[in-house]
């Protein structure tokens, strides 16, 4: 049987680490952990205190975290390409929320222009969406 150095140690949880990440994304933070652990295999006969190689994996580990933010595209809010049209089923309030139907789907709904009220089983146009409220303009203002 072959002992387990720490080296050999490292190594396992490395590709372990970085097999996880293709079995479940972590949006390659498991891969960061593990390339943590290549480098600390490495490391390994130079620092032979198995607690000091926990604490090396440790720092590396938090870099390659914190750094993955310069390479992992930031989420954008999803914005429409162009407006399409949707129908109040309650009264939009000047500045306050209602709900249209859009694609099928009742969504909470704001009007863009905060002075404007609008009356249900209303056309709107959806100008834009921010998580689940969708911002919209009554279909009258727009075409004219």
Known sequence: ?????????????????????????????????????????????????????????????????????YFVPKRTPYILAEATEARTL?????????RVLYEGNSWQARCEDETVAIAPNQMVMVVRRRGNTLFVMPENAIQS
């Open 90 to 98: 309650t009264e939009i309030l000047p500045g306050e929320v209602g």
């Open 1 to 69: 049987m072959l002992p387990i150095t720490p080296a050999l140690f490292w190594l396992i949880v490395g590709t372990a680490l970085c097999l996880m990440e293709l079995l479940i994304p972590t949006a390659f933070v498991e891969s960061t952990l593990g390339i943590s652990a290549f480098i600390v295999a490495l490391l390994s006969p130079l620092v032979p205190q198995f607690s000091l190689q926990v604490g090396i994996w440790m720092v590396f580990s938090l870099i390659f975290i914190f750094s993955l933010r």
